[in-house]
């Protein structure tokens, strides 16, 4: 396996048009917070957890979002600090090699790493924010979850009364389609592609690693588990992300 990430480190170092970067929840697990799909994942666990995060759930049934509510304010995401996966990006960037941070999450991490951002493209938004799902009002996180405290359990649009939800795509909710834009665009113009800590499982952020490839760039993998682009990637990493990404980055 070292002798991979050597190589890996290699393309990066030799990448004149640049790297661009995927994440999903398997980059921030180092700073507390559980992904979803993996051994140890939410919804592996529990699997009835998804209906917290799926759109005709969460608006159709007040338990589901009272249930949300109480998701939100005990994420731990909420007080989490970025780990070494994030600030080895950082330093991706700071030597130049950074087109694009494109990440699942919503967590906020690379930015509190400190990655540029405009380099950042937030797929799936942010849960720092909560927005109404009638009149598009837009406040933020820790004031929805003040008026929990006070005795809301499911806090609604003060402006419209509507039904308010985290500024996140759920599941049955479409991305934004200039967010996606720019996703695509970025996959483009790399010589390598990192997917990391991503099951490649969810569309159509999974389908920017074939976006990716046919525009030219190396694919490269970096995953605990098995995905479903394993077998045509260039490289695939199975060591802990927040060991293996200093080494992709060290001395660039």
């Not at 797929?123 to 008026?147: I, K, N, P, S």
């Amino acid at each position: 396996m070292t002798e991979q990430i050597d190589v890996v480190r290699e393309w990066i170092r030799a990448a004149d048009d640049g790297v661009t970067v995927l994440t999903g929840a398997g980059i921030s697990t180092d700073s507390g917070i559980p992904d979803y799909r993996g051994p140890q994942g939410v919804w592996t666990k529990d699997p009835d957890a998804e209906k917290l995060v799926t759109y005709g759930y969460y608006m159709g049934d007040e338990d589901i979002r009272r249930r949300s509510w109480l998701l939100r304010r005990d994420n731990p995401a909420r007080l989490a600090g970025p780990n070494a996966g994030h600030t080895a990006l950082v330093a991706l960037e700071r030597a130049g090699r950074l087109n694009a941070l494109i990440t699942q999450n919503v967590d906020g991490l690379h930015r509190r790493a400190g990655t540029g951002p405009e380099k950042i493209i937030e797929l799936h938004g942010t849960m720092f924010y909560v927005v109404c799902t009638d009149c598009d009002a837009r406040t933020t996180l820790d004031a929805a979850l003040e008026r929990v405290a006070m005795g809301e359990d499911d806090p609604r649009c003060v402006r419209c009364g509507g039904i308010q939800k985290t500024a996140t795509i759920m599941f049955g909710q479409g991305l934004d389609h200039g967010v996606l834009e720019r996703a695509a665009i970025a996959a483009q113009i790399g010589d390598v592609f990192l997917a990391i800590g991503t099951s490649l499982q969810v569309e159509p952020a999974a389908s920017l690693c074939r976006v990716a490839q046919e525009a030219g760039a190396k694919l490269v993998i970096v995953n605990a588990g098995e995905t479903p682009y394993d077998r045509v990637a260039d490289a695939v990493i199975r060591e802990p992300i927040g060991e293996v990404l200093p080494e992709l980055v060290k001395g660039l």
